[in-house]
């Protein structure tokens, strides 16, 4: 039995009260009552990340954010009936209440029933200029963090959110990925390869992928660490009914000077260095298969060019918000960071 009332949040709770209660429950929803128990609204990760995007402060109510108008059912009904509803309008999960609008259970559609064979196609090709003399002998996904290779851990993340079925795009010193993970029976996955014999870019390999995926599929950088619940995103894909979803990071930046606003002659005001917030790529894509259409055959080809593409053709394309950890393994600072926060993030407190 799934422990509901662990979900319930206080109508004064923040959103980063409630981001935690989400993150620490294996329900990945919540529901927002007011003092007498009464339903108000729910919360799913999918809303969290759009309240992100909008640039809401954490400490926003989480009323503000949740959907006020859930899809619920009356107590009193036959299971049958209930689950009846949510495969008919797509829930995973269905508030139960009585008369009152009280909740008395909460109803979720078992995550044994989802198939997660979906399609991770990782870009794991590059040179690693940026990291030699460490990558003069061996790629850069097989550089060592924590004791063990980027590319490993990488595997491993998918891997617990239920993704087993890889492809890996390789070029430089493709012999040491290969001989180290082979077909991916000694990490209980299933890997293939498909080999870049030219630079391609970081959407170029997908014109070499032998069969069309059937469903939606991952490509991701081989360079990340990132603690992304990948079962999340790929459902925020399928809700926002996108052909391509890109994930981004907020990233922030300073001018280090007063910057001056002026009306032609007229001094207006003087901001002294100031913070600026933008959403910038982190390498980590859900692609449609029909998005393989636009991808030129055997040619560079980077992964933004085929974003604006769609956006050109006015595609339907989405962002998803990173809020978990996340580092870009390109410089050597970078790799130093990574082995220092490799056992805080992942040995000691490493959710999905």
Known sequence: MKDWKSIIVSENNTLLETMKIIDQSTLQFAVVVDVNGRLLGTVTDGDIRRSILRGDSLDVKITEVMNPSPITALVGQSRNKYFRVMREKKLKQLPIVDKNNRIIDILFLDKAVSNNDNLVVLMVGGLGTRLRPLTNEIPKPMLQVGGKPILETIIEGFKQCGFTNFILSVNYKKEVIQNYFQNGGAFDVNISYIEETKRMGTAGALSLLPIKPLKPF???????????????????????????????????????????????????????KPIHKSFVNAGIYVLNPETLEYIPKNQFYDMPELFQKLLDEEKKTTVFPIREYWLDIGRMDDFERANLEFKERYECSRKF
Do not use: W
């Open 218 to 272: 991952f490509v991701m950088n081989g360079d990340l660490l990132t603690q992304v619940n990948f079962e999340q995103l790929i459902h925020y894909h399928m809700e926002n009914e996108s052909l391509a979803t890109m994930c981004v990071r907020e990233y922030e930046y300073q001018i280090p000077y007063g910057v001056i606003e002026t009306d032609g002659a007229r001094l207006i005001s003087i901001k002294e």
